[in-house]
């Protein structure tokens, strides 16, 4: 591919080209800008110079500096010029003092140490879009990646992950595929507010050689305190041009890389007679680093096929293989995913400790399905490398999966502080501490979520967000047990509801009926519903948890095939009508993005299975699908959990009914996020207290129905739950109650 200006041969452009700085004339040749400097004053380097009073601003061109150099080269070429003869000896000493001078002042400045920005141990760089000079397409994201791939296995620097820059610039009203180039690099830095450098660099070819290079970039200012470049001859020899620029960008960062080096060694050591592999493809890196940025777009199917190619172009690749693995396993074609998933975990032990660990992980979690390998690996991972986001991620999700939320909790909000700018991390962190009392502190991440909602206009659930934000200090004070204040609270959002913007009401009428059901105010809950527009399949819902199947078969007449009106169908006893829901693809939203299609569709046989008496194959897809929604317990998942228990009680297995009931119930408060969730809680809870009663457990029965009761001390007296309770002879409530009680 041609370089330079249209309409030039190669050849041509070449010799015309134009280094545009100091920095680039010094890269150049390998040197820094204070030799290149000397060279245009004492040796008569070829330099131009802009014509403006700015002098610094200069330039060369390729072929001239090429011939200087070649002149200079030449045998007995003179650069000095000697003394004349009749010089007076005054001057010939003074010459001899200057040159000393000269020779002392450069020891100084090459002895001293070089300038660094502030940049401590676990500090963060952001690596930006690499300008590409060759006119190649290849080098495209491939630099940058292979470069973050080398600088990832240092315990010092910390490299600022995609998800976060795509938090900055949601808040910059930027697309999420803007190109982060240096401009733009320094405001997503200043915007995070946590980046203490740039890491900023180009890749330029000079005949059959390529020189790549960086600058270390302060965000304050937009100064480059330090500069480094690297060559390679031929394109194959990039990739180790590369990690040669890694080393040398981590000195420039502070890092004393001697014992670094060395523990990273043993870490990484393969076994014997196997080499430690890392893609020297270039064209295999820039097929991974795309699909990698189609994953962030929330494009899986596009980017699978990417990254299908980059197997294929390096069949030893790692890290596109485990990403691969995962992608297809998110779309639910695990037995695509396998092949990949096993292809990964027998190259781990060639890959770096930090990548091996990561591999491993994954294979326990979606391969072997080996939950607790997984959880001691990721722990492991998370050891070395404390701010590793996706190990945090998916070990909160790993405890969540094994029903072990206080666990969860500390990398729950561990991945807020990772994403500090990202609303729905330090709101799910919010509701995560307030299910564990931790008041203080989930008031500080509902705090930053309230300043975070405001710059989510081009999120389509911004107003369902806004909702949930408004709603927050309700949700603390019913966890607290104060139901007085919670009903004082979720009236005060009601009456803020007419003068909401025209697209804030609907979710906002939404969220303040569901919290009015939580709270046993039914009467109240229909008047807001009655006032919303639309959502059929959400009123429908309701209906169901107050037992009113004329008003749920009413609305799912109108509501829009989805996988969960099909399960409102085989609930309402229509299994026809919930065989063609089941026909329609899901309308899935990115904040739900762990529930996938292929969960919902699971869920959804399940209960069509249950409809039409199938209890074993229904429990064998609820066993499988209902862990992958702990931590998301949408009203679906309490639907799906009171399905398992019903079937395993028709099996005549009580225990493991009661199981699997006693497993959802430690996740009464936080259901609070998610509308009417908590209402089929508190059916699942009764369920609980009958199964209880039935095997002899008449404690452990009035237990769960005494705490039912103190939770509804404000409710309507014909409440669908207190009703029950009532018909059962639990009708005084007693004082309110703590979070225990349903958490």
């Known amino acids: 591919m041609n370089e330079g200006f249209p309409g030039l041969d190669p050849q041509q452009t070449l010799r015309r080209r134009r280094l545009e700085s100091w ?94 920005v502030p940049f401590g141990e676990r500090d963060w760089a952001l690596i930006t879009q690499f300008e590409n000079r060759t006119g190649e397409a290849v080098f495209d994201g491939s630099v940058e990646y292979a470069l973050e791939r080398e600088l990832v296995n240092s315990r010092f620097v910390n490299v600022v992950p995609l998800e976060r820059v795509h938090d900055a610039l949601s808040l910059m009203m930027k697309p999420l595929d803007t190109p982060v180039d240096r401009d733009i690099g320094r405001e997503v830095s200043l915007r995070d507010g946590g980046i203490r450098a740039l890491i900023a660099g180009r890749v330029e070819k000079l005949g059959g050689t390529y020189v790549i290079s960086a600058d270390l970039v302060e965000p304050a200012t937009g100064v480059a305190f330090r500069s480094f470049s690297e060559k390679a001859t ?45 893609t020297p493809s270039l064209y295999a890196l820039h097929l991974y680093s795309q699909g990698n940025a189609l994953i962030q777009q929330h494009k899986p199917a596009e980017a699978s096929a990417l990254l299908r190619e980059a197997v294929r172009e390096d069949e030893n690749f790692a890290s596109a293989h485990i990403l691969l693995a995962h992608v297809l396993s998110n779309l639910g074609r695990d037995d695509e995913a396998r092949p990949h998933f096993q292809k990964a975990l027998d190259l781990a032990e060639t890959t770096s400790g930090r990548e091996r660990l990561f ?140 003068a909401a913007p025209a697209g804030d009401r609907s979710p906002l009428q939404w969220q303040v009926g569901s919290f009015y059901l939580t709270l046993g105010k039914e009467r109240a809950a229909r008047e807001m519903f009655e006032s919303m527009a639309g959502a059929p399949d959400n009123l429908a819902l309701v209906a169901l948890g107050l037992d009113d199947q004329t008003t749920m078969k009413r609305q799912l007449q109108i509501a829009p095939a989805s996988h969960r009106s099909a399960i409102l169908f085989a609930r309402a006893g229509l299994p026809a009508e919930a065989e063609r829901a089941l026909g329609h693809p899901e309308r899935t939203r990115r904040v739900h993005s762990p529930f996938l299609p292929y969960v919902w569709e699971a869920l ?41 228990s019903r079937a395993w009680e028709e099996e005549g297995d009580q225990a493991r ?8 119930a430690h996740h009464g408060v936080a259901s609070v996020f998610w509308g009417p969730a908590p209402l089929f809680w508190m059916k699942n809870e009764l369920r609980r207290a009958d199964l209880y009663r039935a095997m002899g457990r008449k404690a452990d029965a009035q237990r769960v129905e005494a705490g039912l009761l103190k939770l509804l001390t404000e409710a309507d007296p014909d409440f669908v739950i207190r009703r029950e309770l009532k018909r059962r002879g639990i009708a005084r409530p007693a004082s309110g109650p703590s979070s225990a009680d349903v958490r």
């Not at 990039?238 to 620029?245: G, P, S």
């Not at 990721?378 to 050891?383: D, K, P, Q, T, V």
């Not at 989510?456 to 911004?462: F, G, H, M, T």
Request: aromatic share 8%; glycine share 4%.
């Open 23 to 116: 920095k680039e004339i010094a890269a150049y040749f390998g040197r820094d800008v204070r030799t290149v400097k000397r060279w245009e004053k004492d040796e008569a380097l070829p330099v131009h110079r802009h014509h403006h009073r700015q002098l610094a601003r200069v330039y060369a061109f390729v072929d001239e500096v090429e011939a200087w150099r070649q002149e200079r080269q030449q045998p007995g070429a003179q650069v000095a010029t000697a003394l004349p003869e009749d010089a007076p000896r005054r001057r010939v000493w003074t010459g001899v003092a200057v040159v000393l001078a000269l020779v002392a002042a450069a020891a100084l400045y090459w002895l001293k140490p070089p300038a660094t």
């Open 234 to 278: 031929g394109e194959e020899e990039v990739v180790r041009a590369i990690a040669r620029l890694s080393s040398r960008v981590r000195q420039g960062l502070g890092e004393q890389l001697s014992a670094a080096r060395r523990i990273e060694m043993l870490e990484s050591m393969p076994p014997r007679g196997m080499e430690r592999v890392s």
């Open 359 to 498: 591999i491993l992980a994954s294979c326990y979690q979606r391969f072997h399905r080996n939950p607790e390998k997984a959880i001691e690996t990721l722990e492991i991972l998370l050891r070395l490398y404390p701010d590793h986001y996706w190990a945090t991620t998916n070990l909160a999700v790993a405890y969540e999966k094994q029903n072990r939320p206080r666990q969860a909790l500390p990398h729950t909000v561990r991945r807020a502080d990772l994403r500090p700018h990202n609303f729905s991390h330090q709101l799910r962190a919010a509701h995560a501490l307030t299910a564990w009392s931790e008041h203080a502190s989930a008031e500080e991440y509902a705090e930053r979520a309230r300043r975070l909602v405001d710059f989510e206009q081009n999120d389509p659930l911004r107003s369902w967000m806004s909702a949930w934000v408004r709603l927050f200090t309700a949700h603390s004070e019913w966890a607290r047990g104060r139901l007085k204040e919670a009903v004082e609270e979720v009236d005060r959002v009601a009456d803020e509801i007419e």
């Open 604 to 644: 959804a046989r399940g209960e069509l299975a249950m409809a039409r008496r199938q209890r074993s194959e229904a429990i064998a897809l609820l066993q499988d699908v209902i862990p992958m929604l702990r931590g998301w317990t949408t009203p679906y998942y309490f639907l799906g959990v009171e399905a398992l």
């Open 657 to 664: 009914s009661i199981d699997t009931l006693e497993a959802a």
